[in-house]
């Protein structure tokens, strides 16, 4: 069976119960749904909101080819991204991955594999703001999340 992963890059929030009971909607051969919702941290009470920047278009066309590569890679059933823009407060979501198979490793995997590359290059760029007012740096992709990246061989 075909599988067109649902790629959505948006302001609004998410409900991830929302979004795993439309994956799962009418089936009976999914054994495994893993998800991954990243959240925006406070930094140790340091951060008031942090504000992520994406190209309209270029950001959805990079996501969709991510999940189809790892829909060529895993035999999945269904695969979700969305990927939220826009100030965030800390403790919001940020990000959902979701990928759905009959056996638990092709899901772990494929959702391990799109998070790596989210985190290290993914076309959104992430500005800090500071609960003293000031604004802070914009983030960078981390060295470990780099190294976890190059597992995967992309």
Partial sequence: MSVTPLVKVQREDFSLEAETDRMRDGRSDIGALVTFTGLCRDEGGKLAA???????????????QLARKAIDRWDLQALTVIHRFG?????????????????????????????????SNAPFWKKEHLRDGRTGEWVEAKAQDEQALSRWKV
């Fill in 50 to 64: 942090l504000e992520l920047e994406h190209y309209p278009g270029m950001a959805e066309e990079e996501l969709g």
């Fill in 87 to 119: 100030r965030i407060m800390p403790g919001e979501n940020i990000v959902l991955v979701a990928a759905a198979s009959a056996h638990r490793r092709a899901a772990f995997e494929a959702a391990d594999f799109l998070m790596d590359y989210l985190k």
